[in-house]
C-alpha cells in the first residue's frame, strides 16, 4: 500500500504477524523518511534531489553488505539490509519507490491517468510488492491484484486530499478528466478559495474519478481471501477502509474543499462487519 496509507489505516500494525514486524517497519521507515525528503520542509529542488540521492547510495552499500557511510542514515539502512537479506526481498521495489519520491520533487501535473498510473506504479505499487514477498506469496497474480489495490489507495488519498494538495500547488487529477470536464487550473482555484461552490461539472468529474478508484479496489479485493489468516484479515481492512473513504467523498456531495473524508472511530465496527462479510464484496 502506499507509504502514507500506513496512517489512515494503523490496524495494520496490530494484525501483521509478529514474525514480519520488524523488516515492515524497516521498509516503512526507509520509504517514509524519503517520501518526507521529497515532500515535507522548504530544502531547494536541488538539496532534495542530493539527499535522496544519497538514499540510492545507502541502498546500494546495504543490499552489497557494505556499511553506510552517511551517520545519520546507516542504523535505518542496517535495519532494512537486515530485512532484504533475511527474507530475500528484490531491490526493484525499493529503487522505483526512490524514483517516484525524486520525480516529486519537480512534476506537479500530470497530463492524463497513463502518467498518473505510471507514478503509481513506482510510488505506490512497490510497497504492496515487497509485503507480498515478506508473506511468501509473490506469485504473478497476487501481485497483479497487489498493484490494483496499491494504486486504487493512492488514488484515494490524492482525490480525498484535493484541496492538501492545490495548497502545495499540486494537481494528481489528470489534466484532461479536467478539460473533459469543463474544468481547468483557474477553476480549481475558485473552488479551494471558497469563490466559487463545486457544481455539476466538479461532481461529475469526482464521480468519475471515485468510479475509476473502486473498480480498481474491487478487482484487486479478492487477495484478501487469498492470503490466509492475519496477513488476510489485515488486508481486508485496508481493502475496506479505502471503499469507506469513496462512500465519504459521495456523502459530502464530492465537496473535499470543505470537508475531508477519513475514516474515524465510528468506522471501526461498520469496517469489522463488512470483514466478516467480505465473500459478499463486490
Known amino acids: 500500500m502506499p507509504v502514507e496509507h500506513y496512517e489512515n489505516f494503523p490496524v495494520a500494525s496490530l494484525l501483521l504477524p509478529a514474525r514480519l514486524r520488524e523488516p515492515v517497519e524497516a521498509i516503512y521507515a526507509f520509504a517514509r523518511g524519503a517520501d518526507d525528503v521529497a515532500d515535507e520542509g522548504d530544502a531547494p529542488a536541488v538539496a532534495r534531489l542530493a539527499r535522496l540521492h544519497d538514499y540510492q547510495l545507502g541502498l546500494q552499500a546495504c543490499a552489497q553488505g557494505r556499511p553506510v557511510a552517511d551517520a545519520t542514515l546507516a542504523p535505518m539502512f542496517a535495519r532494512l539490509g537486515r530485512a532484504i ?110 469563490e466559487r461552490s463545486p457544481g455539476e461539472d466538479w461532481r461529475a468529474l469526482m464521480a468519475f474519478e ?11 479485493a479478492p487477495l484478501a481471501r487469498t492470503l490466509r489468516g492475519r496477513v488476510g484479515w489485515e488486508l481486508r481492512l485496508v481493502v475496506l477502509g479505502g471503499l469507506r473513504i469513496l ?36
Not at 471515485?210 to 484487486?220: E, F, N, Q, S
Not at 470537508?259 to 459478499?280: E, F, I, Q
Open 85 to 194: 537479506h533475511t527474507h530475500a526481498l528484490p531491490l526493484q521495489p525499493f529503487r522505483d519507490l526512490l524514483d517516484a519520491f525524486m520525480q516529486d520533487v519537480g512534476k506537479t501535473r500530470y497530463a492524463d491517468f497513463a502518467e498518473l498510473r505510471d507514478y503509481c506504479r513506482r510510488s505506490a505499487d512497490p510497497v504492496g510488492r515487497l509485503m507480498l514477498h515478506l508473506y511468501g506469496a509473490a506469485d504473478a497474480e497476487n501481485l497483479r491484484r497487489s498493484d490494483a489495490i496499491c494504486t486504487a489507495l493512492q488514488l484515494i488519498n490524492f482525490w480525498q486530499d484535493v484541496a492538501v494538495d492545490w495548497e502545495k500547488r499540486r494537481i494528481y487529477l489528470p489534466l484532461d478528466d479536467l478539460a473533459r470536464f469543463g474544468l481547468d487550473e483557474p477553476a480549481l482555484d475558485a473552488l479551494a478559495r471558497g
Open 210 to 220: 471515485v468510479r475509476r478508484a473502486r473498480t480498481m479496489m474491487l478487482d484487486g
Open 247 to 282: 462512500e465519504g467523498i459521495e456523502a459530502v456531495g464530492y465537496d473535499v474543499f470543505h470537508h475531508r473524508p477519513a475514516l474515524g472511530r465510528g468506522d471501526w465496527a461498520r469496517l469489522g462487519w463488512r470483514a466478516l462479510n467480505y465473500g459478499k464484496l463486490g
